[in-house]
Nanobody, 132 residues
Framework: QAQVTESGGGTVQAGGSLTLTCTGT????????MGWFRRLPGKEFEEDPE????????????LYREYVKGRFRISRNVLANTVTLQMDNLKPEDTAMYYC?????????????????????WGPGTLVTVSS
């Protein structure tokens, strides 16, 4: 069964950095657009995580939500079948559970970044806590 596993979360002070890694089994990430989502504290049972960044199938186009633009960077390693989220200048409001997913769509319109996971289940996620 195709799965993803996120890792690399932790607790950092505001202004610090973390690198999250998404590892896939049963998927070849090079065949899919990939994205990172996050769910804020207290939202565990309310709604799906919000998409924050995505990478095109060819890996040549990356899109970002406005509030992470310039601070986060998505990339992938085709040989290792991993997708990485480099997060710099972290803020307390970045505290969330972070998830990766293969995507059915990723684009921007007048409403901003639009992403849709095509996975039937979310991975375990990795928790990022940013202290002030």
């Amino acid at each position: 069964q195709a799965q993803v596993t996120e890792s690399g979360g932790g607790t950092v002070q505001a202004g610090g950095s973390l690198t999250l890694t998404c590892t896939g089994t049963g998927w070849r990430f090079a065949d899919h657009a990939m994205g990172w989502f996050r769910r804020l504290p207290g939202k565990e049972f309310e709604e799906d995580p919000e998409g924050i960044t995505c990478l095109s199938v060819r890996g040549d186009v990356a899109l970002y939500r406005e509030y992470v633009k310039g601070r986060f960077r998505i990339s992938r390693n085709v040989l290792a079948n991993t997708v990485t989220l480099q997060m710099d200048n972290l803020k307390p409001e970045d505290t969330a559970m972070y998830y990766c997913a293969t995507l059915g769509s990723c684009f921007t319109d007048y409403r901003g970044l639009r992403m849709a996971s095509k996975m039937s289940n979310w991975g375990p996620g990795t928790l990022v806590t940013v202290s002030s």
